[in-house]
């Protein structure tokens, strides 16, 4: 369960409405190297040969956020770019801060646990349909030795860029909550995540943490 997903339970709570801001899952057809929520969850894509800076984000999130205020639902901003959000946030152009009442949410797990179950994500998307799909039309032969080397290789290299990814994302959290002076409402679900099993860590994620945010 990733903060896609935990975002779609509290706006089913709230009767809110979600904005992605993940740079990645803004895109059409990333879904293999993003584990992106399916279309049935989520709406509004660009081409990956298409800019999307920080500045487009916002002025997007803007519209869609009075949008959402004037027909009473909830916007929930989620995902892990956080430089999108913190240019929504400070940037004077937007006047965020001013305008909205805003409740940030920091789910905190420790890396090791995170890069655990990156590790585990990795290998569910390689395995999954989208990817063997590719596999077939790159003629990917995996009896090949040199091919299933470079194969392997190209997998832990996914791996070892997400982890230094969330190390970067762990470090802009504590500069935006300690210069930025955020104020966050900081969970820590590290006994959470380090179940095996994911049916027992998506319950258990959502019996605490879940109710803990709905609280908030």
Same mark, same amino acid.
């Given at each position: /369960?990733?903060?896609?997903? *935990?975002?779609?339970?509290?706006?089913?709570?709230?009767?809110?409405?979600?904005? !992605?801001?993940? &740079? /990645?899952?803004? =895109? &059409?057809?990333?879904?293999?190297?993003?584990?992106?929520?399916?279309?049935?969850?989520?709406?509004?894509?660009?081409?990956?040969?298409?800019?999307?800076?920080?500045?487009?984000?916002?002025?997007?999130?803007?519209? =869609?956020?009075?949008? *959402?205020? &004037?027909?009473?639902?909830?916007?929930?901003?989620?995902?892990?770019?956080?430089?999108?959000?913190?240019?929504?946030?400070?940037?004077?152009?937007?006047? *965020? @801060? =001013?305008? =909205?009442?805003?409740?940030?949410? #920091?789910?905190?797990?420790?890396?090791?646990? +995170?890069?655990?179950?990156?590790?585990?994500?990795?290998?569910? /998307?390689?395995?999954?349909?989208n990817f063997l799909c590719l596999r077939e039309e790159t003629n990917i032969?995996?009896?090949?030795?040199?091919? $299933?080397?470079?194969?392997?290789?190209?997998?832990?290299?996914?791996?070892?860029?997400?982890?230094? +990814?969330?190390?970067? !994302?762990?470090? $802009? %959290?504590? #500069?935006?909550?300690?210069?930025?002076? #955020?104020?966050?409402?900081? %969970?820590?679900? %590290?006994?959470?995540? @380090?179940?095996?099993?994911?049916?027992?860590?998506?319950?258990?994620?959502?019996?605490?943490? +879940? !109710?803990?945010?709905?609280?908030?």
């Amino acid at each position: /369960m990733g903060k896609s997903h *935990f975002s779609v339970d509290i706006a089913t709570h709230f009767r809110g409405e979600i904005i !992605q801001s993940d &740079k /990645m899952q803004v =895109y &059409k057809g990333l879904e293999i190297v993003t584990k992106k929520i399916t279309h049935t969850e989520n709406q509004g894509e660009i081409v990956p040969d298409s800019d999307f800076t920080a500045e487009d984000f916002c002025l997007q999130a803007i519209v =869609y956020i009075e949008f *959402f205020l &004037k027909t009473q639902r909830v916007p929930i901003i989620t995902g892990g770019s956080n430089s999108y959000i913190e240019k929504l946030v400070e940037d004077p152009v937007f006047m *965020f @801060k =001013y305008k =909205y009442d805003t409740c940030f949410i #920091w789910i905190d797990v420790e890396q090791s646990v +995170l890069n655990r179950r990156v590790n585990m994500r990795v290998d569910e /998307m390689v395995n999954a349909a989208n990817f063997l799909c590719l596999r077939e039309e790159t003629n990917i032969d995996e009896d090949d030795e040199a091919k $299933k080397m470079i194969l392997q290789s190209s997998i832990a290299n996914i791996k070892r860029n997400t982890h230094f +990814l969330i190390s970067h !994302q762990l470090d $802009k %959290i504590q #500069w935006l909550i300690n210069e930025k002076i #955020w104020l966050v409402h900081h %969970i820590i679900a %590290i006994d959470v995540f @380090k179940g095996v099993r994911k049916e027992a860590v998506d319950e258990t994620l959502r019996n605490t943490v +879940l !109710q803990t945010c709905l609280d908030i």
